[in-house]
C-alpha cells in the first residue's frame, strides 16, 4: 500500500460528496480505509450528482452528514494526513453546513446578477 497513515491516525478523507476528520481503525484492503467520523469538514452536496445544479430531477437526494463515530469505508486516494486540533462534531457539523448554505445563497445571487445582465444584453442584441 502507497499511503502515509496507519491504524490510529487522525486523517482527513472524503466520503461521496462531503469531507472528514477522523481516525482510522482499519486499512481493510488496497483501495478503503475504515475510518471513524470525528468532525466534518464539507456537508454534503444536494440534489442529484448527475445532473448538477438541476432541481428538476426524478429524485432529489437529500444527503445527511455521516455521524459521530460512524465508521465510514474511505477511498484511500482521499485519506491524507490531518494536522491540528481536531474540532468538535456538533461544532464542525453546524459550521459544516452554514458553509454550504452561504455558498449556495451566494450561488444564487450570482445567477440572479447573471440574469440581469443577460437581460440587458438580450435589449443590445435585439437593437
Known amino acids: 500500500m502507497n499511503h502515509s ?3 490510529g491516525s487522525i486523517v482527513s478523507a472524503e466520503y461521496k ?3 472528514y476528520v477522523g481516525e482510522v481503525v482499519e486499512l481493510t484492503s488496497s483501495s478503503k480505509a475504515a475510518v471513524k467520523i470525528l468532525a466534518v ?5 444536494q440534489g442529484d450528482l448527475h445532473n448538477p445544479m438541476n432541481p428538476n430531477v426524478a429524485f432529489f437526494h437529500q444527503r445527511r452528514a455521516l455521524a459521530f463515530q460512524e465508521i465510514a469505508l474511505m477511498p484511500l486516494y482521499t485519506i491524507k494526513p490531518f494536522h491540528g486540533t ?3 462534531y456538533k ?3 453546524e459550521q459544516a453546513l ?5 455558498g449556495l445563497k451566494q450561488t444564487i445571487q450570482w445567477a440572479e446578477r447573471s440574469v440581469q445582465e443577460l437581460e440587458q444584453l438580450k435589449k443590445d ?3
Do not use: D, M, N
Open 5 to 7: 497513515f496507519e491504524i
Open 17 to 19: 460528496t462531503g469531507e
Open 41 to 45: 469538514r464539507k456537508h454534503p452536496t
Open 86 to 88: 481536531v474540532p468538535e
Open 91 to 93: 461544532a464542525s457539523l
Open 98 to 102: 452554514l458553509s454550504e448554505i452561504q
Open 125 to 127: 442584441y435585439a437593437q
